[in-house]
């Protein structure tokens, strides 16, 4: 199995992501330093009926250019922070790669502005995989797309996030970018992977609306849904897909 992060695209999207900060930031320090001129240059004097709409037009420069200015500053942080790669859905891949062969590929880290950030897809002959990657430890229990965890020894709390409908959500927008792309039939599974070991993490489903797995029990489970078919995809489709995530 081949296991690639597209780290050159990531790398693209950044640079290109600073790039727009800084055009940001020009413009913010301009109106900051507009409204501030105006401030200090009165080009209408008080007693002009347009005075007040002078007074909001310099100060709105300054709280829009401040504005701007903090747009920036997210938009610099984020494009220096953007992660490169993501350890725990590396080793999923390295799971997969004990079961499959090399007509499968396995992308991780996969951002694009149509699809958004997804863990890991892996790309096969059995169709496309969208992996959502959980590190969390502690009991869990799952039904449908609800999701709770044990607190303590007999409590349960409903969590806020739910990987099953986050795993969801990518599938459909991935599934969208497909079809845009030409694949008008696009065999797609999802499967939320939890990867510390039982008891570290210890998960119970009823009825789950996507197969909960650990790396243990991860080929049994998609034996049972995503790898009971393993031709729903000729190979060239599944390399022009891994292209497609990969650009």
């Not at 693209?12 to 290109?16: N, V």
């Not at 004990?98 to 991780?108: E, K, M, N």
């Given at each position: 199995m081949q296991n690639v992060v597209p780290a050159g695209a990531l790398t693209?999207?950044?640079?290109?992501l600073l790039y727009f900060a800084v055009v940001v930031l020009a413009f913010g320090a301009v109106g900051v330093a507009s409204g501030?001129?105006?401030?200090?240059?009165?080009?209408?004097?008080?007693?002009n009926p347009a005075f007040p709409t002078y007074d909001l037009l310099r100060k709105g420069l300054i709280v829009v250019g401040a504005l701007l200015l903090l747009v920036a500053l997210g938009m610099t942080v984020r494009a220096l922070t953007w992660k490169r790669d993501n350890p725990h859905a590396a080793a999923l891949g390295d799971v997969f790669a004990?079961?499959?062969?090399?007509?499968?590929?396995?992308?991780?880290n996969v951002s694009r502005p149509k699809i958004g950030y997804i863990d890991a897809v892996l790309v096969g002959p059995a169709g496309v995989l969208v992996c959502r990657v959980c590190s969390n430890t502690g009991t869990f229990y799952n039904e449908g797309k609800g999701w709770m965890r044990r607190v303590g020894d007999s409590d349960w709390r409903t969590l806020r996030w739910s990987p099953t409908q986050e795993a969801l959500d990518d599938m459909q927008r991935l599934e969208a970018f497909l079809q845009a792309k030409g694949v008008e039939v696009v065999p797609m599974f999802g499967v939320v992977v939890f990867t510390e070991p039982h008891p570290k993490a210890i998960v119970t489903t009823t009825n789950p609306a996507l197969p909960v797995a650990q790396f243990e029990d991860l080929e049994t489970k998609l034996t049972l849904n995503y790898l009971a078919k393993r031709d729903r995809l000729p190979q060239a489709t599944v390399n022009a897909i891994a292209e497609w995530l990969f650009a």
């Open positions: 693209r999207r950044s640079r290109t501030l001129f105006l401030h200090a240059v009165n080009f209408v004097v008080r007693a004990t079961f499959l062969d090399q007509r499968y590929i396995y992308l991780r």
